[in-house]
């Protein structure tokens, strides 16, 4: 019988769920899971009610921004952040968000969370995040590691701009 361990199975449903993203650029799914239950779900693509880049174009195209740049005048929201937004907060708290992707041309895409996405995920008290890597295989991390490299980065800058004063 071929049937898949329970991360590949998750990360096959985020690759369904990306399917519907709007993006042109790269198509990501995020599927949320408490006790082997799908809790919430999301893909990327503009908000409710904004024209979508698939209709009018892609800015960052126009713009030749490069992959995971661009955040301040891309208008999408990311699939981890609708996968938040579409749960309950209760079914969230101890649950694994499971991320997968694939690029323009159709092939699979590392999913790795933005600075933005890492922090609403620990917000969200979600304890881990499996993506799927380019080669098929899952990653896993432990959302504690976030806020660990988050704070580095934090007192890194500060410490910058306090230099530059």
Request: aromatic residues 8%; glycine residues 6%; contains cysteine.
């Amino acid at each position: 019988m071929d049937r898949p361990e329970k991360d590949r199975y998750f990360l096959d449903i985020a690759l369904s769920v990306a399917a519907r993203s709007t993006c042109t650029r790269r198509k990501f799914g995020a599927v949320i899971v408490k006790d082997s239950t799908i809790v919430g779900t999301g893909y990327n693509g503009t908000a409710r009610g904004v024209v979508n880049c698939y209709e009018v174009g892609c800015i960052k195209d126009e713009m030749e921004s490069p992959q995971g740049a661009a955040y301040d005048y891309c208008p999408a929201v990311h699939a981890e952040e609708n996968a938040i937004i579409n749960s309950n907060r209760s079914d969230r708290i101890g649950s694994t968000l499971y991320i997968a992707g694939r690029d323009k041309d159709g092939k699979l895409t590392m999913a790795v969370p933005c600075q933005r996405c890492r922090r609403k995920i620990m917000n969200s008290q979600i304890r881990d995040v499996i993506i799927l890597s380019n080669e098929c295989n899952p990653i896993h991390y432990d959302v504690n590691s976030y806020a660990e490299e988050d704070s580095r980065w934090y007192l890194e800058v500060l410490k910058n701009a306090k230099q530059s004063i």
